[in-house]
């Protein structure tokens, strides 16, 4: 109980401490120009860490007392926990929505984790949708002050609504003298001081969790949204990732990623080529456009797990943001469709030999290599918890019997449950921390990349084959075709091609004695029932 209060008081106590450590008060000056809006800057900043510091404190009051008495093991400790985790969410989504911008993008963050409760991604999700557009007064002056002259000497037009609003831009609609219709993003004025206040709170907020409650450790998932944070502030990276991305994919004629205007581009304004389309979950939309809806809408998911299987594997470059807001499903394109990639701020470089290693695990998950799944997980430091990587991505356990994609039998899933209760969150701090960053980046986009893919109604395999043949590929010599020898380049992509046939062979027909065991079992039981009346 004493420890409770002391951390209730220290919470408190520290937020003026945060402020002045994100704001500089030397900087506020009489003589500066802005000195009122910095100083409006500062008290929004208080308002908002007390805020933020008073929500956590209450959640961890909320789970000491909950909690308190109840054996871990136990079925009531389960409930309670279930309800606690549910009130905080509401709590934080709450906070999310009254703090608004980087809040609200940490809130989008933790809902693409598969690995938080589920409670807490269901809830949070709805912040996907949730951004209030800034006035346009405050998005024009930006423009004039990073553009650098009048607005009407570039273009013919700029609509004043805005088409898309995010949690630190928005999106306006332009036409160029040349009547060149283009996207601009702008950023929102003040978000750099108002980023080193907010990540500094949520540091100090994660490490007063750990001290509280020393198995809950969330630095290693601060520390990867301030990393992604801090480059999509950086619009001139985002219009470098956006171009590199573009070269990756100019030979694959389902994708596009709109041109960028870099002579109109600046670190707080990007402008792109606009692009129409409708966003890639719009499953009402997708629908009408075809005589075999259902055909189509499969096929729209599976080009959208192959450009990102692709992405993973091969390129080992990936974009780290594909909510279904930022991929549009365009008409346009030679095959009746194509996927348009929006919003290139978060990207990932992978090293190389991770990527190398992630390509070897998808094709020992595919074929449950446990001793390969073993040393794979020692090279991604989580060596204790290789077994769970079947689970974690292909959704049955490295034993398992049931067909790839199908899902674990009544008997796989009660012994797993079994094994997981004994789990505690301990254990997935320490699986979580001990990750790789990269590996921790294609978590999230994998997590959201299967929400979509869900609602497009694809099934697990889809996803599944897309990643084992695109591994396959990965693991092959990377050549160029625009240099290396002709022969030698078309050899290469055909061995990768046998080698993903082979592969395919081989779940079709580990599938299909699947098949013939369940029918085997099933007769056996008919047999059992009907008293050996049936002859076999």
């Known amino acids: 109980m004493r420890k409770?209060?002391?951390?209730?008081?220290?919470?408190?106590?520290?937020?003026?401490?945060?402020?002045?450590?994100?704001?500089?008060?030397?900087?506020?000056?009489?003589?500066?120009?802005?000195?009122?809006?910095?100083?409006?800057?500062?008290?929004?900043?208080?308002?908002?860490?007390?805020r933020?510091?008073?929500?956590?404190?209450?959640?961890?009051?909320?789970?000491?007392?909950?909690?308190?008495?109840?054996?871990?093991?136990?079925?009531?400790?389960?409930?309670?926990?279930?309800?606690?985790?549910?009130?905080?969410?509401w709590r934080i989504l709450k906070l999310c929505e009254a703090n608004k911008g980087f809040y609200v993008k940490a809130g989008q963050f933790v809902a693409a984790l598969r690995q938080v409760p589920k409670e807490y991604s269901s809830t949070l999700s709805s912040l996907q949708d949730q951004a209030v557009p800034c006035h346009f007064k405050a998005i024009e002056e930006v423009l004039i002050h990073n553009l650098g002259h009048n607005l009407s000497d570039t273009f013919l037009s700029l609509d004043e609504q805005p088409l898309a609003a995010a949690s630190i831009a928005q999106v306006h609609k332009a036409v160029l003298k040349d009547h060149q219709a283009v996207a601009?993003?702008?950023?929102?004025?003040?978000l750099e001081q108002q980023m080193k206040l907010d990540t500094t709170t949520m540091y100090f907020i994660s490490k007063s969790?750990?001290?509280?409650?020393?198995?809950?450790?969330?630095?290693?998932?601060?520390?990867?949204?301030?990393?992604?944070?801090?480059?999509e502030l950086d619009f001139i990276q985002e219009a470098g990732n956006s171009e590199r991305t573009a070269n990756n994919f100019k030979n694959n004629k389902w994708v596009k990623v709109p041109h960028v205007f870099w002579d109109l581009t600046?670190?707080?304004?990007?402008?792109?080529?606009?692009?129409?389309?409708?966003?890639?979950?719009?499953?009402?939309?997708?629908?009408?456009?075809?005589?075999?809806?259902?055909?189509?809408?499969?096929?729209?998911?599976?080009v959208l797990l192959e450009m990102f299987a692709e992405m993973i594997f091969i390129h080992g470059f990936l974009h780290g943001d594909p909510h279904p807001g930022n991929i549009l499903v365009s008409p346009e394109g030679q095959n009746?469709?194509?996927?348009?990639?929006?919003?290139?701020?978060?990207?990932?470089?992978?090293n190389d030999k991770f990527r190398l290693d992630y390509c070897q695990l998808w094709k020992a998950l595919i074929l449950l290599d446990s001793k390969k799944l073993q040393h794979l997980g020692e090279q991604f430091g989580v060596a204790k918890y290789s077994k769970y990587f079947p689970v974690i991505f292909t959704g049955r356990t490295?034993?398992?019997?049931?067909?790839?994609?199908?899902?674990?039998?009544?008997?796989?899933?009660?012994?797993?449950?079994?094994?997981?209760?004994?789990?505690?969150?301990?254990?997935?701090?320490?699986?979580?921390?001990?990750?790789?960053?990269?590996f921790l980046t294609i978590l999230r986009t994998d997590g959201l990349?299967?929400?979509?893919?869900?609602?497009?109604?694809?099934?697990?395999?889809?996803?599944?084959?897309?990643?084992?043949?695109?591994?396959?590929?990965?693991?092959?010599?990377?050549?160029?075709?625009?240099?290396?020898?002709?022969?030698?380049?078309?050899?290469?992509?055909?061995?990768?091609?046998?080698?993903?046939?082979?592969?395919?062979?081989?779940?079709?027909?580990?599938?299909?004695?699947?098949?013939?065991?369940?029918?085997?079992?099933?007769?056996?039981?008919?047999?059992?029932?009907?008293?050996?009346?049936?002859?076999?």
């Open 52 to 89: 933020a510091i008073s929500t956590i404190a209450l959640t961890a009051v909320d789970y000491k007392f909950t909690l308190r008495g109840l054996p871990v093991d136990s079925d009531e400790y389960r409930r309670k926990l279930s309800e606690v985790h549910f009130r905080s969410a």
């Open 336 to 350: 009746g469709f194509s996927l348009v990639l929006l919003d290139h701020g978060i990207y990932k470089q992978l």
């Open 184 to 190: 601009i993003k702008v950023q929102y004025p003040g």
């Open 266 to 302: 600046t670190k707080q304004v990007l402008t792109m080529e606009f692009c129409t389309g409708h966003k890639v979950d719009d499953v009402g939309y997708l629908k009408e456009r075809k005589i075999d809806p259902v055909k189509y809408v499969l096929q729209v998911a599976k």
């Open 398 to 438: 490295v034993d398992s019997t049931s067909a790839l994609g199908k899902g674990m039998s009544t008997k796989e899933r009660r012994k797993l449950k079994q094994e997981l209760q004994s789990l505690k969150m301990e254990d997935i701090s320490s699986f979580m921390e001990s990750l790789p960053s990269d």
């Open 209 to 231: 969790i750990t001290w509280f409650f020393p198995e809950y450790r969330f630095g290693w998932l601060v520390a990867e949204f301030v990393q992604a944070i801090s480059l």
């Open 449 to 536: 990349l299967r929400s979509i893919a869900s609602k497009l109604g694809a099934s697990q395999r889809v996803r599944i084959l897309a990643y084992a043949k695109y591994a396959l590929y990965g693991l092959s010599p990377k050549l160029n075709p625009e240099s290396d020898n002709v022969i030698k380049v078309k050899f290469s992509q055909l061995t990768a091609y046998l080698s993903y046939l082979q592969l395919r062979l081989i779940l079709e027909v580990l599938e299909l004695l699947s098949w013939l065991a369940k029918v085997k079992q099933f007769l056996f039981n008919f047999y059992e029932k009907t008293g050996g009346a049936l002859v076999l």
């Open 4 to 50: 409770l209060k002391t951390t209730v008081c220290l919470i408190t106590a520290t937020t003026a401490g945060l402020t002045f450590h994100a704001f500089n008060p030397n900087s506020l000056s009489d003589s500066s120009p802005d000195f009122p809006d910095k100083i409006r800057t500062a008290v929004h900043g208080v308002v908002r860490s007390s």
